[in-house]
């Protein structure tokens, strides 16, 4: 077998301004440094990109450092140990990591998890097994979603969103989702099992969803904010709950748009907005693993996924998660 020593990464060229064009982003070869002892050499099987990497091409601080100009891009990657100098690790292995955007890379065993390689496809680690299945499922839990109550989810057919519902209805819910095409609301239906769907595209959200609900609804699981969020607060129920999960329809504006208009229901109805970070979650991943892994191998959730071949291609798929290109998860194979 020919030994690695280089590897193919995309790094951040510039800040990009509004809605990031491919300038922004450049892809170069690097030299893989030799092996030190308690090091690791993987390469990449699959990479994630998703829609929250769009803040940290930014300038200034939020709740992740931003992206350094020149330097490799990170995220969620899983991969195959091809040389191990570190104890608990061996050639063949798979492992998660966040050195995304890249083919291989050397690492520490503190910043690598081993994962089954049995399961199957690997990607699933990046979608309803990793990050994005522990964001739906922490989101749920956060504002403790249960058993007859009325969810409505924007951004459905995306990473998180169509995970969230999945969830919910095994819990359930009375789950109704908001997609951007036909084809995604009839995939909701059909393989996700939503109760009802419509698309946002068709006809203002809030007629949509008092049509879906036409005696309100008790949770809003937020992906999208904009529009979405402001149909939800006329349509909730007092008491109801929002998880602020993401805003996509604003990752790309240049300047703040106004609030939702209707904010003061949060007030006559009484209602709970919890904020969500699933970082702040990692502490309960093996409760995650255990739920929701046992709902994977039954055969009762399934991980959807659009899948983009190489990495001369990965920045394409980042770019097309601000257009709807993807049904599910958006990954990047990289061999």
């Known amino acids: 077998m020919t030994k690695l020593t280089t590897s193919r990464e995309i790094r951040l060229a510039s800040r990009p301004k509004g809605i990031p064009t491919a300038a922004s982003f450049a892809l170069a070869e690097t030299t893989l440094p030799p092996l030190q002892p308690q090091q690791v050499l993987v390469r990449n099987r699959f990479m994630s990109v998703d829609p929250y990497m769009r803040g940290r091409m930014n300038e200034g601080k939020s709740y992740v450092p931003p992206f350094e100009i020149g330097k ?21 292995d798979v492992v998660v990591s966040r050195y995304g955007w890249r083919e291989a890379f050397v690492a520490g065993p503190k910043e690598l998890r081993a994962v089954d390689h049995s399961v199957q496809p690997l990607s699933v680690y990046l979608g309803a097994l990793g990050m994005t299945g522990m964001t739906a499922w922490a989101g749920l839990t956060l504002v403790e979603v249960k058993a007859g ?28 989702g908001s997609a951007g095409s036909a084809e995604k609301v009839r995939s909701l239906l059909d393989e996700c099992g939503f109760d009802t769907a419509f698309n946002y595209k068709t006809g203002p959200i809030l007629d949509q969803l008092n049509q879906a609900a036409p005696d309100g609804i008790d949770v809003y699981f ?9 149909a939800a607060l006329s349509a909730l129920r007092v008491h109801g709950r929002i998880i602020a999960c993401g805003g996509i329809s604003s990752y790309n504006d240049e300047s703040p748009k106004p609030g939702p208009a209707n904010l003061f229901n949060m007030t006559t109805k009484r209602l709970a907005m919890k904020g969500l970070i699933v970082g702040d979650w990692l502490g309960r991943q093996n409760e995650f693993e255990k739920e929701v892994g046992g709902w994977f191998r039954a055969g009762k959730l399934k991980n959807r996924e659009t899948v983009v071949e190489g990495i001369d291609h990965a920045v394409d798929a980042f770019l097309g998660l601000f257009s709807g290109k993807n049904s599910g998860k958006m990954v990047v194979k990289l061999t």
């Open 72 to 92: 490799p891009l990170e995220g969620g990657a899983i991969g195959e140990v091809v040389e191990s100098r570190a104890d608990g690790f061996k050639p063949g």
């Open 222 to 230: 937020d992906n999208v904010g904009g529009e979405s969020l402001e």
């Open 149 to 176: 109550d009325v969810i409505y989810i924007s951004g459905a057919a995306g990473a998180v969103g169509n995970v969230a519902g999945q969830l919910a209805k095994l819990r359930g819910c009375r789950v109704i």
